[in-house]
């Protein structure tokens, strides 16, 4: 019997930190369990990587894209989004992205998605989403809490994990407010003939990893 090729899942990490793996040891095996994954630290090896393959997704695991000395790797990721590929932010994206630069990168992108409320509540999956090709709503987590930066201004459609009705926020120090059910923490929008998401959870939530592995159509 043939074997099964799989899918190829390439990690962009231009500002990796250490702990990234410890964090996100789950998530990245559950990656290796359902695809080959490939890793590149540095601009020049996302370029050479990028030059010679076509991944499944490029998981885009830190803030590196948003400085100015990576302009070229961000120009070889664009054709590939615009041409139908999967790229999806977050991980320590959320965590060290500077507000302005944040705002900016996706203003780059032609959206309107901008940096919003920073706190933990429990979201729920919005079925009315626009989502990458490939029936993936069935594979969504159930309502879960994480702690995230939100997007604000992201239209309807856009926004994939949205707060659970009347939600607020959840601390151990300050007492429970309504949060702003306009904002999302996952959201996601078609560049091109490509998709572009964002996970804005910083703590690495199971519920988390599996928005993304569904995101990858990996369930």
């Known amino acids: 019997m043939a074997s099964v090729e799989l899918p190829e899942i390439f990690l962009l990490s231009l500002e990796f930190q250490s702990f990234l793996d410890q964090v996100y040891s789950s998530l990245f095996d559950s990656l ?30 830190d803030e590196g894209l948003t400085k100015r000395e990576h302009a070229e790797v961000l120009g070889h990721i664009l054709p590939y989004l615009r041409n139908g590929g999967l790229v999806i932010i977050g991980l320590h994206f959320p965590n060290f992205a500077h507000m302005d630069a944040f705002d900016n990168f996706f203003d780059r992108l032609g959206l309107p998605w901008k940096s919003g409320d920073y706190h933990r509540t429990t979201f729920r999956f919005n079925p009315s989403c626009t989502l990458p090709a490939g029936d993936i709503k069935g594979t969504m987590p159930a309502p879960y809490s994480m702690k995230v930066l939100h997007i604000k201004n992201a239209r309807q459609h ?35 003939n490509g998709f572009l998401a964002y996970v804005g959870d910083v703590n690495g939530e199971r519920g988390s990893d599996q928005v993304i592995l569904s995101l990858c159509g990996l369930l």
């Not at 856009?158 to 702003?180: G, L, M, R």
């Not at 999302?184 to 091109?192: P, Q, S, T």
Request: cysteine-free.
């Open 32 to 61: 290796s369990n359902s695809a080959r994954v490939k890793r590149a630290k540095s601009a020049s090896g996302a370029i050479r990587y990028l030059e010679a393959n076509t991944p499944k997704a490029i998981l885009v695991t």
């Open 158 to 192: 856009e926004k994939i994990f949205v707060p659970i009705s009347d939600a607020t926020t959840q601390s151990h120090v300050f007492s429970p407010e309504p949060v702003d059910e306009s904002q999302a923490a996952v959201v996601g929008a078609k560049v091109g």
